[in-house]
């Protein structure tokens, strides 16, 4: 089928997105079998190009491009037979203009589809043909990679913010430790409180989350078996889909036969009855009705010269042969014979209308069971969609007291590995039922200073020496990390800059003549008329302060910002209030003008 070679193409592009390939899920990619044919165990397609021009970027005169699925998850992507990671297969076609979105594949039912995107859409679909798509990519990755660096900046940050002052505690050499059972125990009554009272707040709000969560499970469960109950029940109701197109269409032409018949048959038995006429007036034709039965035989003459078939204009000439020596006979012998005729006429018409008086009611009948069909379907769909959506909002909020479940786990484990860090254990504090600190924060810093205290006190030997220089060492590789960590930021945001410039500079070079080029074909295709793209965004609002470095902000802001293209048009006779106002076939001519136009500029 044509649908199944441009999603074999779309795939092979590097589309992710199953729904996009007509298809719930991965897996429907592989044939799943007929009564006729077993089902496969792998979905793979190919593709492969002639390079010897050297329009791929690739040192190969013939380029292959595979991708295969099999039913146990396992996924190949393959060029030229090497096996490479998706990315690569998206920023290898990127490179050569090309991709799975955009205009690269134009899908039956979406000729339209340039006018119909936003102009954010729009622009996508420009820069992959223009080929800045591999600098989207690149500053997408250069993004990537300065958040993650970012990130490891301010950890290393912390880390040093919080060697420094143990650094400075071990310089110090303390005499005497006079006040140490005095510190040690308020030290103590403070740990207590701040992770006796946290410890507590965890575990109380666990057990508040987890009848809920059971309830939500069984409540999802239940309604995932009604949904599964209506899913078969509109399985069934399809099954029982009646047959009629095939059997209305039978009837029609079953009837028009009939009619053309009965047509025929009315024809005949008017000229019987006017022969019956004729030959009952023929003793007067001479004298009275000589000049009407010549009119008789003219008009059928006539009429069957107008019909133009040789086999009834020979039945018509022994007809009027018929009918002159019927005029001219002096009895009505052949009255009684025609009247028999006539008469056998009328009973193949009368059987002929009760034929289709039959036709009439299995055609009805036939009707019937359609709509029947329609309205019970119809009911059983929109009771499944209205399940459907309870079934969705009853996961949602599963899923959402799973996450906020684990989220309490996470930080019940971070507590323990706190109250580890500070050499004690999780039990001691289990059975804790004191009054809660009112600032954590400032217990915190407490704590934390006098942690320095005890460790300050006391005599200094090898072991401190050692932690110190330990210490020492991982605060200067610290530093030197945060050092370079700045620098790979400066490095990252100048390319990100050089990125941007190259793909506005590019872009806007570029939007000028694919503009002129779907004037041209707008033009062209409406014969008249005149078109523009136009490349706008949205400002944020003018700043009050007047200061320069205000002001650089937002200069800065507004052209880092998206641009979207928007679409500009007038055509011949018909004046326009908006794009939606355009038909389906203005709309679909707009958007091949615009495909040309690109096409013209990027080819």
């Not at 997105?17 to 429907?28: I, Q, T, W, Y």
């Not at 080029?517 to 409406?526: M, P, V």
Request: aromatic content about 6%.
């Amino acid at each position: 089928g044509k649908s199944n070679i441009t999603d074999a193409l779309r795939w092979l592009l590097g589309e992710r997105e199953a729904r996009n390939l007509r298809g719930s899920k991965v897996e429907d990619l592989i044939f799943a079998g007929t009564k006729d044919r077993a089902r496969m165990g792998l979905a793979q397609a190919s593709m492969y190009f002639d390079n010897s021009s050297g329009f791929f970027p690739v040192d190969y005169k013939e380029v292959s491009i595979s991708r295969r699925l099999s039913r146990d998850g396992e996924s190949e992507i393959l060029l030229n037979k090497s096996e490479i990671r998706l990315k690569d297969i998206i920023d290898f076609f990127a490179k050569s203009r090309m991709g799975a979105r955009g205009l690269s594949i134009v899908s039956q039912g979406e000729s339209d589809i340039f006018i119909n995107s936003t102009p954010l859409e729009r622009r996508e679909m420009i820069e992959e043909i223009l080929g800045l798509k591999e600098y989207q990519i690149k500053k997408a990755e250069a993004l990537r990679r300065l958040k993650n660096t970012g990130f490891n900046l301010e950890k290393a940050k912390a880390l040093i913010d919080e060697l420094a002052p143990h650094l400075r505690m071990l310089k110090k050499q303390v005499s005497r430790y006079e006040g140490r059972e005095e510190i040690a125990g308020e030290l103590s009554e403070l740990e207590n409180r701040y992770y006796g009272s946290r410890l507590k707040k965890i575990k109380n709000a666990l057990l508040k989350l987890q009848p809920a969560l059971r309830d939500a499970e069984k409540e999802l469960s239940n309604e995932e078996a009604i949904t599964k109950k209506l899913e078969a029940e509109i399985a069934n109701v399809r099954s029982s889909e009646p047959e009629t197109d095939e059997k209305i269409k039978l009837i029609q032409n079953k009837r028009k036969a009939l009619l053309d018949s009965k047509f025929n048959l009315q024809k005949d038995l008017s000229r019987l009855e006017a022969r019956l006429e004729l030959t009952q007036n023929a003793p007067d034709v001479k004298e009275i009705n000589l000049m009407a039965a010549l009119q008789d035989v003219r008009n059928l003459a006539y009429s069957s010269v107008e019909d133009g078939d040789i086999k009834k204009l020979k039945s018509a000439l022994s007809q009027i042969v018929s009918l002159i020596d019927t005029l001219f006979s002096k009895g009505n012998d052949g009255s009684l014979e025609l009247k028999k005729s006539m008469e056998r006429l009328e009973a193949d018409i009368e059987k002929i209308d009760k034929e289709l008086r039959t036709l009439d009611i299995s055609e009805a009948d036939s009707n019937k069971n359609v709509r029947q069909f329609n309205e019970k379907f119809k009911e059983v769909f929109i009771t499944f969609e209205a399940e459907r959506s309870k079934l969705l909002k009853l996961r949602e909020e599963r899923n959402n007291l799973v996450f906020e479940s684990e989220k309490l786990d996470i930080k019940l484990k971070d507590l323990s590995v706190q109250i580890l860090e500070i050499g004690r254990k999780a039990s001691e504090f289990e059975t804790w039922s004191g009054i809660p600190l009112e600032d954590e924060e400032v217990a915190t810093r407490k704590m934390f200073r006098l942690r320095g205290e005890l460790s300050a006190i006391g005599e200094i030997d090898q072991n401190i020496v050692k932690d110190y220089q330990e210490t020492e060492e991982r605060h200067t590789f610290l530093v030197n990390q945060v050092e370079d960590l700045e620098k790979a930021i400066a490095d990252l945001n100048s390319l990100i800059k050089d990125l941007d410039y190259k793909i506005r500079h590019e872009f806007n070079s570029a939007i000028s003549r694919i503009s002129k080029e779907f004037d041209k074909y707008i033009n062209t295709l409406f014969g008249g008329g005149k078109a523009k793209l136009t490349v706008q965004r949205e400002l944020d609002e003018p700043v009050e302060d007047k200061n320069e470095e205000a002001q650089e902000e937002q200069t800065e802001n507004s052209e880092e910002a998206e641009s979207g293209v928007y679409i500009d048009i007038s055509l011949p006779r018909k004046r326009l209030k908006g794009l939606e106002v355009l038909s389906g076939g203005e709309k679909a001519l707009v958007s091949i003008a615009a495909l040309f136009a690109l096409i013209s500029v990027s080819p």
